[in-house]
């Protein structure tokens, strides 16, 4: 794998509902392409796999020749394409072992999922997609091991929050570098907004963004960034949203714009939920069905860890002020009745040495006040008290051994140990909490800022806190977890360099985080 140079490798080569579930089925109300040579360019937004399992991979790509055109067809006529793929076991092809099509439709916007079975598990493969006569880049991608397995060590990387206007996106580049066997991002891949910056990357459309059309044109622009790019061409990636792919601090149907009614922020949350879909590498399982899309699930990686991928936006109660009686009654969820169940249920089931909880907002005790009163955050779990309760309560009963959740969206690291009780140090340790900085939102940061002051002063069961960009890698292995938090000095200009800010372990039945390194 570390033979081949992966940047130069890399360059080898609206309707919802039940319209677009047809779509997928391989119906379309439109005709067929009946010649042989698209626009050129159709694979301008590159190739991406995901959500690997023991035996195959999903494939993504989108036709797009023109992938900023304003009415979102990407340049594509209103036909439906067939696009051929193939896996390899080598980058030149010469060894094939699946070959598929898909057709490609208008009404996914020519998107590609094709998902591939019958590989080996545990396993680097290369892949590819052909469409009439223009063929896309080279992919890279690897199977899980099999469930039955308990392999060494996991390698992965957790991302999220990536603004295009206020940063490069320098994080990814260097990530090319790392050996990973998986990419997971928790969020913010796009921002809603109007925003230019003041780099040149200003966004497309030059306004906040409501129609499905719209959605796809800033999918589509931050999809062009190379470095981004590349990343979903090396890695297999495992995503889930948070709240900017649809509108801020969006709660189930409820906006947090006054003036729009349930009705039409569903209609327009419809219409973000599609371009999402048809932008990632996700299976059918996650196909929108208007406003709704199932996207939480679980990933295996033999007996070592599992990761239950949550979705803490689509089915949540709306925020209330932290600390009123609204705040405080014993119903309100985070993750709705259905999805908290199954996690509890998985958990308790679970056989795996690690139990990842990979979510969107920050679970510890985020108090900003260090005096008597508490200044708590009301989006994320500190505005859903008795949701997080019922979670630990769990966990501490069952005997839930190793939970590690990571996090994003609050542009910063931070570590922290999860207390069954955050008002007794001395209550049992639940689990810990990474979260993980931003890639590029947020500008370029600084080590410290007043939040972290205040966190660190006000919460002692938080131990690192810093306001860089970057990702954080993780090396699972079958005694312990470690952390390094890898950051970049800027990203409103390119180039930046990359370093191991701080490391910390998670020994396999010792509860509890341990400082390994802190520069």
């Known amino acids: 794998m570390q033979q081949f140079d992966r940047r130069a490798f890399l360059g080898l080569a609206g309707a919802a509902g039940a319209g677009v579930a047809a779509a997928v089925a391989g119906w379309s109300a439109a005709p067929a392409w009946a010649t042989g040579r698209l626009p050129d360019n159709p694979f301008s937004l590159g190739v991406a796999s995901g959500d690997p399992l023991p035996d195959g991979v999903v494939l993504w790509t989108r036709l797009a020749p023109e992938p900023l055109a304003a009415d979102g067809l990407g340049g594509m006529p209103q036909h439906v394409v067939p696009v051929r793929w193939e896996v390899a076991e080598d980058p030149r092809f010469r060894h094939v072992v699946r070959r598929g099509v898909e057709l490609a439709t208008p009404e996914l916007g020519h998107s590609v999922h094709a998902e591939v079975g019958g590989l080996r598990s545990d396993r680097e493969y290369f892949y590819r997609f052909r469409a009439g006569t223009e063929i896309s880049p080279v992919g890279r991608t690897r199977t899980a091991p099999a469930f039955r397995d308990l392999p060494r060590s996991l390698a992965f990387a957790f991302v999220s929050c990536q603004n295009f206007p206020t940063g490069h996106f320098t994080p990814y580049r260097h990530m090319l570098d790392e050996d990973l066997d998986l990419v997971v991002h928790l969020g913010d891949y796009i921002y809603e907004g109007p925003a230019a910056g003041t780099i040149g990357r200003a966004h497309l459309p030059a306004a906040e963004i409501f129609s499905l059309a719209d959605y796809r044109v800033r999918h589509a622009q931050y999809k062009t960034d190379p470095d ?292």
């Open 228 to 519: 981004l790019q590349a990343a979903h061409g090396w890695f297999p990636w495992a995503v889930t949203w948070d709240d900017h792919e649809v509108e801020n601090n969006y709660a189930d149907e409820n906006s947090e714009d006054a003036a729009q009614s349930p009705e039409s922020f569903l209609t327009r949350r419809a219409a973000a939920y599609q371009a999402y879909y048809e932008h990632l590498p996700l299976r059918r399982s996650a196909l929108p069905h208007g406003e709704d899309m199932r996207l939480y699930r679980r990933l295996r990686y033999g007996r070592l860890a599992e990761f239950n991928i949550l979705d803490g936006r689509q089915y949540r109660d709306d925020q209330v002020p932290p600390g009123s009686p609204e705040a405080d009654d014993p119903t309100r969820s985070m993750l709705g009745a259905e999805q908290e169940k199954w996690l509890l249920e998985g958990l308790t089931a679970s056989r795996a040495t690690w139990n990842i909880l990979a979510q969107q907002t920050v679970m510890a005790r985020a108090d900003r006040d260090p005096g008597p009163g508490e200044q708590l955050s009301d989006d994320n779990w500190n505005g859903y008290e008795p949701a997080r309760q019922r979670i630990f309560d769990a966990v501490a009963s069952r005997n839930v051994d190793n939970m590690v959740v990571v996090t994003g969206d609050a542009h910063c690291s931070m570590v922290a140990d999860l207390k069954q009780n955050f008002d007794d140090q001395n209550s049992r340790t639940v689990g810990t909490e990474f979260l993980g900085t931003s890639i590029s939102s947020g500008a370029d940061g600084a080590d410290m800022d007043a939040r972290g002051q205040e966190w660190l002063a006000s919460n002692p069961h938080m131990r690192y806190y810093n306001q860089r960009r970057g990702y954080v890698r993780c090396t699972v292995g079958r005694d312990e977890w470690r952390s390094d938090y890898r950051v970049v000095p800027y990203v409103t200009t390119p180039g930046a360099p990359v370093s191991t800010h701080a490391s910390f372990v998670v020994e396999n039945g010792r509860p509890g985080v341990q400082t390994d390194t802190l520069s």
